[in-house]
């Protein structure tokens, strides 16, 4: 099973923070088994997993953004707390096939607006 780009981002972080899985997974309170199969996309990711990963990496000096990463990894995106309107443009832009191009510029016009 192919590394998912959550599973890259988290291996990448590990060699930022200059630390390994069973290290990582100690001090998580967890098993490495249960990090690994987040990272290959043999298991979904917990929400509160995402936020736990993150908070590790930045105590060890290691900047990771994974809600998106987690997201997309999930093949799921919570619309809880977004209005009417943000739901219903997340459901029609889920169903619109659009070009790289197009692809490239909308990427670029959220990037823009985001955090």
């Known amino acids: 099973m192919a590394l998912t780009a959550f599973g890259k981002a988290i291996r990448k972080a590990r060699i930022d923070a200059d630390t390994n899985l069973a290290s990582m997974a100690a001090e998580l309170n967890t098993t490495p088994s249960f990090l690994s199969a987040i990272e290959m996309g ?5 929400t509160e997993w995402v936020d736990r990963i ?15 990463l987690a997201a997309a990894a999930n093949n ?5 707390g977004l209005s009417m309107d943000q739901k219903l443009l997340v459901a029609g832009f889920a169903r619109v096939n659009l070009d790289e191009a ?13 955090r």
């Open 102 to 114: 197009e692809l490239v510029r909308f990427k670029e016009l959220l990037s823009s607006q985001k």
């Open 42 to 46: 043999r298991k979904k990711i917990p």
């Open 54 to 68: 993150e908070k590790y990496f930045a105590k060890h000096g290691a900047s990771v953004h994974l809600k998106d």
């Open 76 to 80: 799921s995106v919570s619309l809880e």
